[in-house]
């Protein structure tokens, strides 16, 4: 049974780019979570998709954006590169019911921002 | 202030010694506790998940919250080399409800 599938697994962009990360949700799972993971520090929420519509969005300028496809797999965009934006991007899946409490983590895709 | 603090470590033990890593926090509206494993280069994998207040024990891991100090606990009996990860600690309830709100993790080396 596959997990959460995410890529690319590894990237690099120059300032001002733009980027699509994508993930497909655990088997059975119909919810995905993005999270934002800097070096040394814990996860970080971006925004949770379900049906198709964002849910809920955590402290991410409109810079961050997201899909969500009928197939509940998942895309994170992210305009206008910062050098800041460097990090780990996690997807999580979940049942709709469990909230937040029982996430399966993708591998992650590093991004580095030159 | 961050809502939830955690030592970053590292914490080097020998092997076969009992770990205590540790979370604080400060929303009382927090009301599931979880704690994830994250090797290098891996996404964070659940290790345990608690409603509320109390203990709850699987195999070597235990993990204890009390809501009155806000403070929760993992406790790994019997450490293993293998167990050598990031402990990342994550709660969520109230506005957090569809997200979790992290610890910055502790490294956690254990030494043969």
């Known amino acids: 049974d596959a997990g959460v599938t995410q890529s690319p697994t590894h990237l690099i962009k120059t300032r001002g780019q733009q980027v699509t990360l994508r993930c497909s949700p655990k088997?059975?799972?119909?919810?995905v979570s993005w999270y934002q993971q800097a070096l040394g520090q814990g996860p970080q929420f971006i925004f949770q998709?379900?049906?198709?519509?964002?849910?809920q969005r955590g402290n991410f300028p409109d810079r961050f954006s997201g899909h969500q496809f009928p197939n509940y797999s998942s895309e994170l965009n992210v305009n206008a590169l910062l050098l800041g934006d460097s990090a780990l991007y996690l997807c999580?899946?979940?049942?709709?019911?469990?909230?937040?409490?029982?996430?399966?983590f993708g591998a992650g895709s590093r991004l580095t921002v030159l | 202030q961050k809502e939830v603090e955690q030592d970053p470590g590292p914490l080097s033990v020998p092997e076969g010694a009992i770990v205590s890593l540790n979370c604080t926090y400060s929303n009382s509206a927090f009301q599931y506790f979880m704690w994830y494993r994250q090797y290098s280069r891996k996404g964070p994998e659940l290790l345990m998940y608690t409603y509320s207040s109390g203990n709850k024990e699987d195999g070597r891991f235990t993990a204890q919250v009390d809501k009155s100090s806000k403070y929760i606990s993992l406790f790994i009996r019997d450490s293993q080399p293998s167990d050598s990860a990031t402990y990342l600690c994550?709660?969520?309830?109230?506005?957090?409800?569809?997200?979790?709100?992290f610890g910055s993790g502790t490294r956690l080396l254990v030494r043969p």
């Open positions: 088997s059975g799972h119909d919810t």
């Open positions: 999580a899946s979940s049942l709709r019911h469990s909230g937040a409490n029982v996430l399966t």
């Open positions: 994550a709660m969520s309830g109230g506005d957090s409800s569809y997200k979790l709100i």
């Open positions: 998709y379900y049906e198709e519509e964002e849910r």
